[in-house]
């Protein structure tokens, strides 16, 4: 059974990609940075009747939480396939470039993307050990340069913080597809798109399940998928 790792799965787009991953096969270790919200999401699961799924503890900003739950993932398995990393947070309004809180700005790149470059840093020997490793870095339209230049947007501003966490995280998805582009390992971004979720107060016009969707492409590729891309139903503009 392939093995797959979701950080921030308790709720959200992550806990319906855990749950669409398990019904596809895979054993999911449904990463919750609070044990009591993932032993809900996991008992949640449970009740659908899956029960190819356990807990793993993983706040993706503080390191020593990352290298626990490593060392959880080890005492469980030897290899994994598949590493999602989807914990984000949005950050506190207003986000102006020019005026927006500083230290808000910190908070978001700690999450959005320090977290992930150390949680897969963390991972990337387990990683190694699988024949097909994959990486999904959850990011959006909103850290798309191209978009945000042509104005396409006109909400597109307050999201500084967000929006520019998102792009440094696409800058990683690049840089780490390059570093591997002469092995198996597909690594790309993805946006699930605009969801409902607390993230957004549901103000999403997707469906979790149409937002995972696309999550779950591009973490079930074949051999001949792509990598160093960014993705929703097509290829995104960096
Ligand atoms: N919703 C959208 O429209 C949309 C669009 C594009 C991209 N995205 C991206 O999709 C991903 C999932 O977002 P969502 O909409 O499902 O939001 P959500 O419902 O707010 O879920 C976010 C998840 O991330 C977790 N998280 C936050 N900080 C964390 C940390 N330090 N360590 C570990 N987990 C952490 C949260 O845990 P707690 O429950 O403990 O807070 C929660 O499980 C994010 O990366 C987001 O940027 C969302």
Redesign the pocket.
Known sequence: MKTVLI????????FETAKQMAQLGYFVYL????KI?GLDALNKLKSLGISNVELIE????NIRSIKKAKQELENQTEVLDVLIN?????GAMPQNISAGNIENLRNVFE??FF?AVQTTQQLIDLLKKSNSPIIVN?????GSLTIHNSRQNPNFEIFDA?SSS?TALNAFTVLLANEFKNTNFKINSV??????????QYK?TQT?EQ?AKFIVKYATLGIDGPTGGFFKEEEIPW
């Open positions: 950080t921030g799965a308790n709720k959200g787009i992550g990463g919750s940075r609070n919200k993983i706040d993706v900003t989807n914990a984000g947070i949005a999450t959005n977290g959850v990011s959006s339209e909103l967000y998102k946006s699930p798109g605009y969801t409902a979720t607390d993230l957004n999403g979790v937002g």
